[in-house]
Nanobody, 116 residues
């Protein structure tokens, strides 16, 4: 059974930082591109960042480029999202997922709230 478990969310002031983690089990982690997505209240889920299987390539939404960094540890089966210079508009539930192959896998999400 595949499980993706996010952690690290919380309440932070604008300009602050958070580091999200997503621990994977039940799959050959290094065989999957992994990503982070987010969903704000009343909005659709949107792409945030993606990392290739080896970690050698990364991709970001324009809204987070230069502020967020995605990374992975294929020994620990974990993907990370370092979020710096946080803004109130970054407030959302953040999900890790593998959506570039079938079947898709999603975590349960972790809440990030940025106060102004």
């Amino acid at each position: 059974q595949v499980q993706l478990v996010e952690s690290g969310g919380g309440l932070v002031q604008a300009g602050g930082s958070l580091r999200l983690s997503c621990a994977a089990s039940g799959l050959t982690f290094s065989s999957y591109s992994m990503g982070w997505f987010r969903q704000a209240p009343g909005k659709e889920r949107e792409f945030v960042a993606r990392i290739s299987r080896s970690g050698g390539s990364t991709y970001y939404a324009d809204s987070v480029k230069g502020r967020f960094t995605i990374s992975r540890d294929n020994v620990k089966n974990t993907v990370y999202l370092q979020m710096n210079s946080l803004k109130p508009e970054d407030t959302a539930v953040y999900y890790c997922g593998s959506t570039w192959s079938s079947p898709e896998y999603w975590g349960q999400g972790t809440q990030v709230t940025v106060s102004s």
